[in-house]
């Protein structure tokens, strides 16, 4: 494995571990997010509870399925027409045998036989449950029937723990049936617990997650605080966190695989590369000697005087001379690719390279019937650079036009400006098909137009490289015009 590579799969996998951390921590603030949310949720509603315990305070329902003693007359708090008899006042509503809600504005209470009643006896305040002589037979039933309570020293009624349970479990499981409750309540001046649920005792010290006071605004009543704790609250949303990380598990398993099968691809597709480089290097150059062979015979055959001989020693040469260059041309291209192709520069006349690289090919060009028309720069035009890589690349935009235009014009103009040489090839025909165009000088890629000639595709690659390496360039100038204009620019 190369250094690129090593580069690239290292980037990969520290990608991939911070992709992973992001979706942890984003898991963990997920949840975080969740538990702040349900905790403002239970604040709001225990905030309601806490103020409906408060009116209740005064309040006491009893429904009447026992025999009730004979108790004091009483009147409705505050009905219409009738004022307060003393602060002992009541409110009472009961429920008919066929179920309807009813409210009276006085009567005498009655034994359970006749109807099925609610009693909800609401006092300007509640007595105190010492023994006190001066209660009435109803104040006295009262205080002995109302059992689940809590007081001070004083006698002071201070929290109903059967009602207060079920409100505070209530507004939680409401918004959370599986949550688990710890919750106090203590005097806040003396800061002395007086009551605690079953999952807590009283010296339990909590981590509440809620706090609020009871009876505040009461100066009848000692002031209460409560403190509650959703201890399973971590629990209760954790499943969404492990979704998450299971997916960031997941996420990462399936990516180290494909990373590695990626980079295994790779590396069988570079080892491939090079031996076919290798390869490449070492048929040219045992083609090389076949072809020298050839030409030699060529040769010979075209010094005959027999007209059958020489026209075969042409076309014999011709094809070598195609075969030649065919050879070069992968091999340089191989050098350019491993980095190994050594420029021979020199200061160079291109107009002269032009105009020699023209007339070579003005008779082959007639015999297809293409014109050549040079419209060089009457000044000298000097760059730096290796005459005979140049020189095939001036070939391959001849070439190039005969094989694949179906021009009948080629135009050849120069011009110097701004410190750069401008070389530009336009014909009249046919035209670079615009999927063509986006990859017409990469490596192997040949016209797929109709009417285009099979070739090496590396004619207008090669001239790509070596004018790069020339400090130059080339591009298909986008013209909407008919035929094709290749653009060379080389530093003077």
């Given at each position: ?8 799969v290292?980037?990969?996998v520290a ?20 538990e702040?949310?349900?905790i ?17 305070y005064?309040?006491f329902d ?30 009472l ?17 009655m034994?359970p036989?006749?109807?099925q009643?609610?009693?909800?006896f609401?006092?300007d305040d ?5 023994e ?12 002995n ?37 710890n ?11 007086i009551y ?8 339990t ?6 706090r ?8 009848n ?8 704790e ?6 209760m949303?954790?499943g969404?966190a492990?979704n998450?990380?299971?997916s ?9 695989v494909?990373?590695f ?9 570079r080892n ?13 150059h ?27 020693g042409s ?6 001379n ?12 191989a ?20 105009r ?5 090919n ?6 297809s ?16 650079g290796?005459i ?11 070439t ?6 179906g ?8 011009e ?31 016209r ?18 070596i ?24 530093p003077?």
């Amino acid at each position: 494995m190369n250094n690129k590579l090593f580069l690239f799969v290292s980037v990969l996998v520290a990608s991939l571990l911070g992709l992973m951390l992001m979706l942890i921590y984003w898991g963990n603030k997920s949840v975080e997010l969740r538990e702040s949310l349900f905790i403002d949720q239970v604040n709001i509603a225990v905030d309601q509870m806490v103020s409906d315990l408060e009116e209740d305070y005064y309040c006491f329902d009893l429904h009447a399925s026992i025999a009730l003693p004979k108790l004091d007359s009483f009147y409705i708090a505050n009905p219409p027409g009738i004022s307060d008899t003393d602060k002992r006042n009541l409110e009472l509503t009961y429920i008919t045998s066929e179920g309807q809600k009813k409210t009276f504005t006085r009567m005498p209470l009655m034994g359970p036989s006749h109807m099925q009643m609610l009693l909800r006896f609401e006092f300007d305040d509640i007595p105190k449950f010492k023994e006190d002589s001066s209660l009435s037979n109803f104040e006295m039933f009262v205080r002995n029937s109302y059992e689940p309570y809590v007081t001070d020293g004083n006698g002071i009624r201070l929290i109903d723990t059967t009602r207060f349970d079920s409100l505070l479990t209530a507004c939680v499981t409401r918004l959370y049936p599986e949550a688990i409750l710890n919750y106090t309540v203590s005097l806040k001046d003396e800061n002395k617990v007086i009551y605690a649920n079953n999952h807590s005792g009283l010296d339990t010290e909590l981590n509440p997650d809620v706090r609020s006071s009871i009876y505040k605004n009461d100066s009848n009543i000692p002031e209460l605080l409560l403190l509650l704790e959703v201890i399973n609250k971590r629990d209760m949303f954790s499943g969404e966190a492990w979704n998450i990380y299971l997916s960031a598990v997941l996420l990462a398993i399936i990516s180290i695989v494909l990373i590695f099968y990626l980079t295994r691809i790779q590396i069988q597709q570079r080892n491939l590369l090079k031996i076919q480089k290798d390869f490449v290097h070492g048929i040219t150059h045992e083609f090389n000697t076949p072809i020298s062979n050839i030409k030699l015979v060529a040769q010979s055959l075209l010094k005959s005087e027999d007209e059958k001989l020489k026209k075969s020693g042409s076309i014999l040469q011709e094809e070598g001379n195609k075969l030649q260059t065919g050879i070069n041309l992968v091999l340089t291209t191989a050098l350019i690719e491993k980095n190994e192709l050594l420029l021979q520069k020199e200061n160079i006349d291109l107009k002269e390279l032009i105009r020699k690289t023209a007339e070579r090919n003005k008779s082959l060009l007639s015999r297809s019937g293409i014109d050549l028309d040079l419209k060089l720069d009457p000044n000298e035009l000097y760059t730096k650079g290796d005459i005979f890589h140049l020189e095939n690349v001036f070939q391959n935009l001849i070439t190039n036009v005969k094989k694949h235009s179906g021009a009948n014009l080629l135009c050849i103009e120069s011009e110097q400006s701004n410190g750069h040489l401008t070389i530009r090839s336009s014909d009249n025909g046919k035209g670079i098909d615009l999927p063509d165009r986006k990859k017409i000088f990469e490596k192997f890629e040949r016209r797929k137009s109709k009417g285009a000639k099979n070739g090496y595709g590396l004619g207008l690659y090669y001239s790509r490289m070596i004018l790069e390496l020339h400090g130059g360039q080339i591009e298909l100038s986008d013209f909407n015009q008919i035929g094709s204009v290749f653009s060379i620019r080389l530093p003077a």
